[in-house]
């Protein structure tokens, strides 16, 4: 079994760092693995951060840094794993937008986007329900959860959209390699007429992408699912990297962690 050796655990100015640390701490199962935390530029957090490191038995260390996108997608080079608290999206100009969006592209490891604080107490992993499109976004995604997902107690494998959409003809394949890793997965095709999960996360219209979000946190819901592993999408412009309205419409609503590649 594979193991996070290496966790990185971003803690933004609203972040609840006590509650991160501790699900950082529950995924650090390997002897050998550490946790750094990047806290924000002032040495009480960094402090606090420090105490709460040796109180939970974990290996690790803090440092201040600028807050933004650029310093955790350079750590991110060292990381298995970087978690950070859920993204507020308050309006289209809300720099969480921009932070979001250049983090996903940018970083080098998968994320692990928890819930607001009042939802951090949640553990992750234990029921994953992973959203398969058959793009290579949601493979990657699926391939950087398998240390989760070989520990798992139930992983489902859902394929949103029609039965002749990629994700529904390669969902087979998917469960496949996962049994190939020691995984065993239940699956199942989630029909939403002609357009396939990939597709609907390309898609212009926000109420549209706005089904599919509730769809996967209900069928998460329904399931008893503690982590959502899903593709993070998204529209390139001249000098910019906007999220699709998929991934965008999930941060903004999420109710359990969601573990994104892009």
Same mark, same amino acid.
């Given at each position: 079994?594979?193991?996070? $050796?290496?966790?990185?655990?971003?803690?933004?100015?609203?972040?609840?760092?006590?509650?991160?640390?501790?699900?950082?701490?529950?995924?650090?199962?390997?002897?050998?693995?550490?946790?750094?935390?990047?806290?924000?530029?002032?040495? #009480?957090?960094?402090?606090?951060?420090?105490?709460?490191?040796?109180?939970?038995?974990?290996?690790?260390?803090?440092?201040?840094?600028?807050?933004?996108?650029?310093?955790?997608?350079? $750590?991110?080079?060292?990381?298995?794993?970087?978690?950070?608290?859920?993204?507020?999206?308050?309006?289209?100009?809300?720099?969480?937008?921009?932070?979001?969006?250049?983090?996903? #592209?940018?970083?080098?490891?998968? *994320?692990?986007?928890?819930?607001?604080?009042?939802?951090?107490?949640?553990?992750?992993?234990?029921?994953?329900?992973?959203?398969?499109?058959?793009?290579?976004?949601?493979? $990657?995604?699926?391939?950087?959860?398998?240390?989760?997902?070989?520990?798992?107690?139930?992983?489902?494998?859902?394929?949103?959209?029609? =039965?002749?959409?990629?994700?529904?003809?390669?969902?087979?394949?998917?469960?496949?390699?996962?049994?190939?890793?020691?995984?065993?997965? $239940?699956? =199942?095709?989630?029909?939403?007429?002609?357009?396939?999960?990939?597709?609907?996360?390309? &898609?212009?219209?926000?109420?549209?992408?706005?089904?599919?979000?509730?769809?996967?946190?209900?069928?998460?819901?329904?399931?008893?699912?503690?982590?959502?592993?899903?593709?993070?999408?998204?529209?390139?412009?001249?000098?910019?990297?906007?999220?699709?309205?998929?991934?965008?419409?999930?941060?903004?609503? &999420?109710?359990?962690?969601? *573990?994104?590649?892009?």
């Amino acid at each position: 079994m594979n193991d996070y $050796r290496s966790i990185g655990v971003y803690a933004g100015a609203a972040t609840q760092i006590g509650k991160l640390l501790t699900l950082a701490g529950s995924l650090a199962t390997d002897p050998a693995a550490r946790v750094q935390v990047l806290c924000p530029p002032d040495a #009480v957090t960094c402090q606090a951060a420090q105490r709460l490191l040796q109180a939970g038995g974990t290996q690790g260390s803090c440092e201040a840094v600028a807050e933004g996108a650029s310093v955790p997608a350079q $750590r991110s080079r060292g990381c298995d794993l970087l978690l950070l608290s859920q993204p507020y999206f308050d309006s289209a100009q809300s720099p969480n937008v921009g932070f979001a969006s250049q983090l996903l #592209v940018d970083a080098s490891c998968p *994320l692990l986007f928890v819930p607001r604080p009042q939802e951090l107490g949640r553990q992750a992993g234990s029921a994953v329900l992973v959203a398969w499109d058959g793009g290579r976004e949601g493979a $990657r995604a699926m391939r950087d959860a398998l240390p989760l997902l070989q520990r798992a107690r139930s992983v489902w494998v859902y394929a949103y959209g029609d =039965a002749r959409g990629a994700g529904a003809q390669s969902l087979e394949a998917a469960c496949g390699y996962l049994r190939h890793h020691g995984v065993e997965p $239940r699956h =199942a095709l989630q029909r939403m007429g002609d357009a396939d999960y990939g597709q609907r996360a390309t &898609m212009a219209s926000t109420l549209l992408d706005a089904g599919v979000a509730e769809l996967l946190l209900s069928d998460a819901a329904d399931l008893g699912a503690d982590l959502l592993v899903m593709g993070a999408y998204g529209h390139s412009r001249a000098q910019e990297w906007l999220l699709g309205g998929v991934t965008r419409s999930l941060l903004s609503s &999420m109710t359990l962690p969601v *573990l994104m590649s892009h």
